[in-house]
């Protein structure tokens, strides 16, 4: 309806003047019931006028019996509303039949059935007594508790006026001026009764402020959502609903006006045109909060029928009250009287209910998870009425007004439900901490108040206990009177008894109360011993750098209950290495602290204890609150920065205390020590994993060697190749061709380790490839040479030499490349010659310049002839004076092993060198291969 209004600013200027009437009239209604003229007693319609006149027992069974006074309901559960009807009901009744009565007994405030015979009836022992209230309820040391009146008297006229009902009862007695004599006439059990009640001038129970605050935060929540959020419908709806419902709620519990007169008429009109339409407008609004329904017919079919009802029950009532107040139907009162308006309001109360369990098959899981908390406000104040109602009318231990706290349960539903989903784009964010202190305030407050409202009770109970007497062998509970020092004595020691009882379970009670808010809002006290011990552990247990890291973010975000917290590793106070964080995807904030990282070292380095994060630049501020982070504590080890703690808010939002900066100190203490031995433990990981590595390269390089010695006739063959480290980058290799052909092959990559061992692999398998074509080794040397050219950098090179050798003509073609020279033993001059052909390392010229420089030699050989092919691994070997093994001891070395085998003489050789080198480490790859001639 409010879509349809072409002025939304007249509807929220109308509705907010609406809201100024409803709260004048609210706490004007409240100052009448205030300063209005009371007798501080409860009373309400008898429903029945026929009295039982004397005392009548059935034949078997004497304890059930009709006293006098009992009010006669139904006679064989038919109701009877005169004498006249009673006497024909009897006249139908055979006399020998028993006859069951409905009683209502009023000073128990209990009904209860009587069987007896018919013929102990008569139409005596009835009696149709004036139209009469009961008085249900009467408030301890009041004015008719005073004047002596009992709950069960009868009230049948006030100052000598009869009235039909409470309301005129009422009102007779509140036109009485205040600390005046009112007399009241009773009936006490069939005995009439004259009391004199002095009526108070004004008063109100404590408890009927209760309505009307819950009243006012209505209205005043009501009002600030239709005005600020009128664009809204569910702010539409839910403004209007809690405006009306406001007014109700303060108003039903405290009202003083008189509805039978005119004045209470049409405020009594307006009370129940709020309540139909604020039940209407509640029930409307489920459809668009907290998130609107759209392609539900059913619903909004429902939502009609139900503002039709309204329309109509709002209309009846209207003309019912111009009918009463107008004098149209006489017999309307009565009318009223019994039906008033609970059952209309049941009607659209009812109809609102089945409209919202029908509802919930068509809404979504969101929705019902939005609304989960409302509906649980909802029930919990249907509860709690059902238990007061119980406590009000069974046990009159409580008065209504109390209600009023309870009902607090949905506004406050609806403004944490609009809190936390932002709903109506309304962001309200109330710190846990405040909310811990407004919740515990409150518990605390409900607890003094209950503890004192109990006290009370006990205080004005104490004489309904039995008496009990003390002596010097015996303790024994009496029912005589005793002396009133005794009876003082006694109630003071009952009174402290109980009261000390109490006592101790309201702070038993309270304490599990505090003990679930500090639960709920993460209240806790960390003993930071144990906290320090557990972060010691944890260190102690954790070498591996990220392990450590995520251990640390994980245990410190629990032991202090924090709600995020992130650590940071710097390596040489210059690279961020590790990052983990916990309580949050940091995906996007690892990123950055990798492009910011000489930032964060640089804002970090003057700090050396924990620090707030305005302390830093506005850009690494910015980023930092962006992730909700509120300190950062450096962590140093001599001096050196090598990480960081971010540490975000607690759980609880409390502020931080010199404890949490303290032990916050102690982590970063610790973890410094912790964080070096990661560090190193790293260097030894990485280093263990190099060295695992180099293994497994070293036995993929031995393999690629040549694993078996190829079978030439007349050529006795053997070569060893040992790198300085775990890899290296001489090798040698054997080229099978033709039959009775073989070219042995021995190169050197320049330097040593993991990049001259690849470029080896490399050559190794050009030389395989181009052999195939069947080349010499100068062909072999220059193709390789155009390859390495373009492939090899510039920082290395490598040397090469290359035998081959023609068994079947006894001949052998050489090519060098850079290479040491050959080693070739004559047999039949018993010498030592170095066949130096010319030729450059590969890799270092073009091919033309490479071509030009690179001779090949031939020779005949015969048997006992010996080639010696070496890397400058043998010859540059040197001791522990610095002193080379050189050319003259290998030819030397050679010359004395002339006579043994190819593999007895690489041993041989290999030796020597060893011998001469001693304990000084190899500096370079040692590799040598040796070709015999045999016959």
Same mark, same amino acid.
């Given at each position: 309806?409010?879509?349809?209004?072409?002025?939304?600013?007249?509807?929220?200027?109308?509705?907010?003047?609406?809201?100024?009437?409803?709260?004048?009239?609210?706490?004007?209604?409240?100052?009448?019931?205030?300063?209005?003229?009371?007798?501080?007693?409860?009373?309400?319609?008898?429903?029945?006028?026929?009295?039982?006149?004397?005392?009548?027992?059935?034949?078997?069974?004497?304890?059930?019996?009709?006293?006098?006074?009992?009010?006669?309901?139904?006679?064989?559960?038919?109701?009877?509303q005169?004498?006249?009807?009673?006497?024909?009901?009897?006249?139908?009744?055979?006399?020998?039949?028993?006859?069951?009565?409905?009683?209502?007994?009023?000073?128990?405030?209990?009904?209860?059935?009587?069987?007896?015979?018919?013929?102990?009836?008569?139409?005596?022992? $009835?009696?149709?007594?004036?139209?009469?209230?009961?008085?249900?309820?009467?408030?301890?040391?009041?004015?008719?508790?005073?004047?002596?009146?009992?709950?069960?008297?009868?009230?049948?006229?006030?100052?000598?006026?009869?009235?039909?009902?409470?309301?005129?009862?009422?009102?007779?007695?509140?036109?009485?001026?205040?600390?005046?004599?009112?007399?009241?006439?009773?009936?006490?059990?069939g005995?009439?009764?004259?009391?004199?009640?002095?009526?108070?001038?004004?008063?109100?129970?404590?408890?009927?402020?209760?309505?009307?605050?819950?009243?006012?935060?209505?209205?005043?929540?009501?009002?600030?959502?239709?005005?600020?959020?009128?664009?809204?419908?569910?702010?539409?709806?839910?403004?209007?609903?809690?405006?009306?419902?406001g007014?109700?709620?303060? &108003?039903?519990?405290n009202?003083?006006?008189?509805?039978?007169? #005119?004045?209470?008429?049409?405020?009594?009109?307006?009370?129940?045109?709020?309540?139909?339409?604020?039940?209407?407008?509640?029930?409307?609004?489920?459809?668009?909060?907290?998130?609107?329904?759209?392609?539900a017919?059913?619903?909004?079919?429902?939502?009609?029928?139900?503002?039709?009802?309204?329309?109509?029950?709002?209309?009846?009532?209207?003309?019912?009250?111009?009918?009463?107040?107008?004098?149209?139907?006489?017999?309307l009162?009565?009318?009223?009287?019994?039906?008033?308006?609970?059952?209309?309001?049941?009607?659209?109360?009812?109809?609102?209910?089945?409209?919202?369990?029908?509802?919930?098959? $068509?809404?979504?899981?969101?929705?019902?998870?939005?609304?989960?908390?409302?509906?649980?406000?909802?029930?919990?104040?249907?509860?709690?009425?059902?238990?007061?109602?119980?406590?009000? #009318?069974s046990?009159?231990?409580?008065?209504?007004?109390?209600?009023?706290?309870?009902?607090?349960?949905?506004?406050a539903?609806?403004?944490?439900?609009?809190?936390?989903?932002?709903?109506?784009?309304?962001?309200?964010?109330?710190?846990?901490?405040?909310?811990?202190?407004?919740?515990?305030?409150?518990?605390?407050?409900?607890?003094?108040?209950?503890?004192?409202?109990?006290?009370?009770?006990?205080?004005? =109970?104490?004489?309904?206990?039995?008496?009990?007497?003390?002596?010097?062998?015996?303790?024994?509970?009496?029912?005589?009177?005793?002396?009133?020092?005794?009876?003082?004595?006694?109630?003071?020691?009952?009174?402290?008894?109980?009261?000390?009882s109490?006592?101790?379970? &309201?702070?038993?009670?309270?304490?599990?109360?505090?003990?679930?808010?500090?639960?709920?809002?993460?209240?806790?006290?960390?003993?930071?011993?144990?906290?320090?011990?557990?972060?010691s552990?944890?260190?102690?247990?954790?070498?591996d750098?990220?392990?450590?890291?995520?251990?640390?973010?994980?245990?410190?975000?629990?032991?202090?209950?924090?709600?995020?917290?992130?650590?940071?590793?710097?390596r040489?106070?210059?690279?961020?290495?590790?990052?983990?964080?916990?309580?949050?995807?940091?995906?996007?904030?690892?990123?950055?602290?990798?492009?910011?990282?000489?930032?964060?070292?640089?804002?970090?380095?003057?700090?050396?204890?924990?620090?707030?994060?305005?302390?830093?630049?506005?850009?690494?501020?910015?980023e930092?609150? =962006?992730?909700?982070?509120?300190?950062?504590?450096?962590?140093?080890?001599?001096?050196?920065?090598?990480?960081?703690?971010?540490?975000?808010?607690?759980?609880?939002?409390?502020?931080?205390?010199?404890?949490?900066?303290?032990?916050?100190?102690t982590?970063?203490?610790?973890?410094?020590?912790?964080?070096?031995?990661? #560090?190193?433990?790293?260097?030894?990981?990485?280093?263990?994993?190099?060295?695992?590595?180099?293994?497994?390269?070293?036995?993929?390089?031995?393999?690629?060697?040549?694993?078996?010695?190829?079978?030439?006739?007349?050529l006795?063959?053997?070569?060893?190749?040992?790198?300085?480290?775990?890899?290296?980058?001489?090798?040698?290799?054997?080229?099978?061709?033709?039959?009775g052909?073989?070219?042995?092959?021995?190169?050197?990559?320049?330097?040593?380790?993991?990049?001259?061992?690849?470029?080896?692999?490399?050559?190794q398998?050009?030389?395989?490839?181009?052999?195939?074509?069947?080349?010499?080794?100068?062909?072999?040397?220059?193709?390789?040479?155009?390859?390495?050219?373009?492939?090899?950098?510039?920082? #290395?090179?490598?040397?090469?030499?290359?035998?081959?050798?023609?068994?079947?003509?006894?001949?052998?073609?050489?090519?060098?490349?850079?290479?040491?020279?050959?080693?070739?033993?004559?047999?039949?001059?018993?010498?030592?010659?170095?066949?130096?052909?010319?030729?450059?390392?590969?890799?270092?010229?073009?091919?033309?310049?490479?071509?030009?420089?690179?001779?090949?030699?031939?020779?005949?050989?015969?048997?006992?002839?010996?080639?010696?092919?070496?890397?400058?691994?043998?010859?540059?070997?040197?001791?522990?004076?610095l002193?080379?093994?050189?050319?003259?001891?290998?030819?030397?070395?050679?010359? =004395?092993?002339?006579?043994?085998?190819?593999?007895?003489?690489?041993?041989?050789?290999?030796?020597?060198?060893?011998?001469?080198?001693?304990?000084?480490?190899?500096?370079d790859?040692?590799?040598?291969?040796?070709?015999?001639v045999?016959?």
């Amino acid at each position: 309806m409010f879509d349809k209004l072409k002025n939304p600013t007249v509807l929220r200027a109308g509705v907010l003047l609406l809201s100024i009437f409803l709260t004048t009239l609210a706490i004007l209604n409240f100052y009448e019931f205030a300063t209005g003229t009371i007798d501080e007693n409860l009373f309400t319609n008898i429903q029945s006028r026929i009295m039982v006149t004397r005392p009548l027992f059935g034949s078997q069974d004497e304890n059930t019996a009709a006293e006098r006074g009992d009010l006669l309901l139904e006679i064989n559960n038919e109701e009877v509303q005169s004498s006249k009807e009673l006497s024909e009901k009897l006249k139908n009744i055979q006399l020998d039949s028993l006859v069951t009565l409905n009683l209502l007994r009023p000073h128990l405030n209990r009904t209860l059935r009587v069987s007896l015979p018919r013929k102990s009836l008569s139409e005596s022992f $009835v009696k149709l007594i004036p139209p009469a209230v009961r008085v249900i309820q009467i408030v301890p040391g009041g004015a008719s508790d005073r004047a002596g009146m009992e709950v069960g008297d009868l009230i049948y006229r006030i100052d000598g006026q009869g009235f039909m009902h409470s309301f005129e009862a009422d009102y007779i007695m509140r036109k009485a001026r205040g600390d005046k004599l009112v007399v009241y006439e009773v009936l006490r059990q069939g005995e009439p009764l004259t009391l004199h009640v002095k009526l108070a001038i004004a008063g109100f129970r404590l408890t009927r402020i209760f309505p009307l605050f819950c009243g006012l935060i209505y209205l005043i929540l009501g009002t600030l959502l239709f005005w600020f959020r009128f664009e809204y419908k569910a702010a539409r709806l839910l403004g209007l609903a809690s405006i009306l419902v406001g007014y109700v709620i303060s &108003v039903s519990w405290n009202t003083a006006i008189i509805y039978i007169s #005119f004045q209470g008429g049409w405020r009594f009109l307006i009370l129940c045109i709020a309540l139909f339409l604020s039940l209407t407008l509640w029930f409307n609004s489920d459809l668009y909060f907290p998130v609107e329904i759209k392609d539900a017919r059913k619903p909004h079919k429902r939502q009609r029928i139900l503002n039709i009802l309204t329309g109509v029950i709002i209309a009846i009532t209207v003309l019912l009250s111009a009918a009463f107040y107008l004098h149209f139907w006489d017999d309307l009162n009565k009318f009223l009287q019994d039906k008033s308006t609970l059952g209309l309001v049941n009607l659209i109360f009812l109809y609102g209910i089945y409209s919202k369990i029908r509802m919930r098959k $068509v809404t979504s899981p969101e929705y019902r998870e939005m609304h989960r908390l409302i509906r649980n406000a909802g029930i919990f104040i249907g509860l709690f009425s059902i238990l007061l109602a119980y406590l009000v #009318f069974s046990l009159n231990l409580f008065d209504v007004g109390i209600m009023g706290i309870s009902l607090l349960a949905l506004p406050a539903a609806y403004v944490y439900t609009i809190g936390k989903y932002s709903l109506m784009d309304i962001r309200i964010r109330v710190r846990r901490n405040i909310q811990y202190l407004l919740a515990s305030g409150l518990w605390t407050t409900l607890l003094i108040f209950l503890c004192g409202y109990l006290l009370l009770i006990l205080s004005s =109970k104490t004489d309904r206990f039995p008496h009990i007497r003390f002596s010097s062998n015996f303790v024994e509970v009496i029912d005589e009177d005793i002396s009133e020092a005794e009876s003082r004595s006694q109630d003071r020691l009952v009174f402290m008894v109980l009261s000390g009882s109490l006592l101790i379970s &309201v702070w038993y009670v309270g304490r599990t109360g505090k003990r679930f808010l500090r639960t709920k809002y993460d209240r806790f006290r960390y003993d930071y011993r144990l906290a320090a011990h557990q972060i010691s552990e944890m260190f102690n247990s954790n070498l591996d750098m990220y392990d450590l890291a995520r251990e640390l973010a994980g245990k410190l975000a629990k032991l202090m209950h924090l709600k995020r917290t992130g650590v940071l590793f710097f390596r040489e106070q210059a690279q961020c290495c590790c990052q983990e964080f916990y309580g949050f995807d940091g995906a996007a904030w690892t990123e950055y602290c990798l492009d910011a990282q000489h930032d964060i070292i640089s804002a970090v380095l003057p700090f050396t204890s924990p620090v707030e994060i305005h302390k830093l630049s506005d850009n690494l501020r910015t980023e930092f609150e =962006k992730q909700e982070f509120k300190h950062l504590v450096p962590i140093r080890s001599k001096e050196r920065l090598v990480g960081l703690i971010l540490v975000g808010e607690k759980l609880a939002e409390s502020a931080f205390q010199r404890d949490d900066y303290e032990f916050l100190n102690t982590v970063a203490g610790q973890a410094s020590v912790a964080i070096e031995n990661a #560090f190193l433990y790293e260097q030894l990981r990485e280093q263990e994993r190099l060295k695992q590595e180099l293994k497994i390269a070293r036995q993929i390089q031995m393999s690629s060697l040549p694993q078996k010695i190829p079978t030439v006739k007349g050529l006795d063959i053997y070569a060893v190749s040992k790198p300085a480290t775990e890899v290296g980058g001489d090798f040698y290799d054997y080229l099978n061709s033709a039959q009775g052909e073989l070219m042995v092959v021995v190169g050197d990559v320049s330097g040593k380790g993991t990049s001259a061992a690849l470029y080896m692999s490399k050559i190794q398998g050009i030389f395989r490839s181009l052999h195939t074509f069947n080349l010499t080794p100068r062909e072999i040397f220059i193709r390789a040479n155009q390859i390495l050219f373009a492939d090899l950098e510039k920082k #290395f090179f490598v040397t090469g030499l290359g035998i081959k050798f023609l068994s079947g003509e006894g001949k052998a073609i050489i090519a060098r490349a850079g290479h040491l020279p050959l080693l070739y033993y004559n047999s039949a001059q018993a010498a030592v010659s170095l066949i130096q052909s010319g030729g450059i390392g590969f890799g270092l010229e073009d091919s033309e310049f490479f071509t030009s420089k690179l001779d090949e030699s031939c020779l005949t050989y015969q048997p006992g002839d010996i080639f010696l092919l070496a890397s400058d691994g043998i010859t540059e070997a040197f001791n522990e004076t610095l002193e080379e093994f050189g050319d003259e001891r290998l030819i030397d070395a050679l010359k =004395k092993s002339v006579s043994l085998s190819a593999r007895e003489i690489c041993e041989s050789i290999i030796q020597q060198v060893e011998d001469f080198r001693g304990d000084t480490a190899a500096h370079d790859d040692s590799t040598l291969a040796v070709i015999k001639v045999v016959a």
